[in-house]
């Protein structure tokens, strides 16, 4: 039984991320994705630092050194840097990840993962596809607006948006 936490769009923005990243700590959360647009390398180690368990990103349009970002994240034992795609099992529950969202409703529309997650248009968005919950966490940079991440329960199937 593991929850998983489900940020997007940190876009360097310290301040919610730190928020976000005690929010999660308190949620029980066992897993944490990050579907792209951190920005900053330095972001990664934040990651890493706030969260023990268990950290699976993959890049956005605005992560620009990638080297660097994959030397960081090799200093850091529980975080995995993925590239453009991932697909990982948490709690016998099959979990993909990508940071754009017309190829993430077409993998939810696959009927092959219980959960899809995506970012890139900072827009909060949950719908269930069939037994898949297509999940767009919103961004934790703000600009929009309420800064938001997201919680999916293994046990349960369940999703719930947070807001900081």
């Known amino acids: ?18 928020k976000a990243l005690e929010q ?3 949620s029980g959360a066992g897993v944490l994705i990050h579907c792209g647009d951190l920005c900053a390398p330095f972001m990664v180690s934040r990651l890493a630092q706030g969260f023990a368990g ?9 992560d620009g050194d990638g080297r660097l970002l994959q030397t960081i994240a090799a200093k850091h ?12 099992e948490v709690g016998n529950r099959q979990v993909a990840l990508i940071h ?3 190829p993430a409703k077409r993998i939810a529309q696959s009927g092959q993962l219980d959960l899809v997650c995506y970012g890139h248009n900072h827009q909060r968005h949950h719908e269930t596809i069939g037994r898949c919950h297509l999940v767009n966490p919103g961004e934790i ?7 938001t991440w997201g919680l999916y329960d293994t046990a349960t199937h369940t999703y719930v948006e947070q807001a900081l």
């Open 100 to 102: 754009y969202p017309e």
């Open 24 to 26: 999660v700590r308190a």
């Open 141 to 147: 940079m703000g600009m929009y607006g309420v800064a």
């Open 54 to 62: 268990p950290i699976h990103i993959v890049f956005g349009n605005n």
């Open 77 to 88: 034992p529980q975080v995995t840097l993925h590239g453009a795609y991932a697909e990982i």
């Open 1 to 18: 039984m593991t929850k998983i936490a489900i940020l997007s769009d940190t876009h360097d923005n310290l301040a919610n991320l730190d």
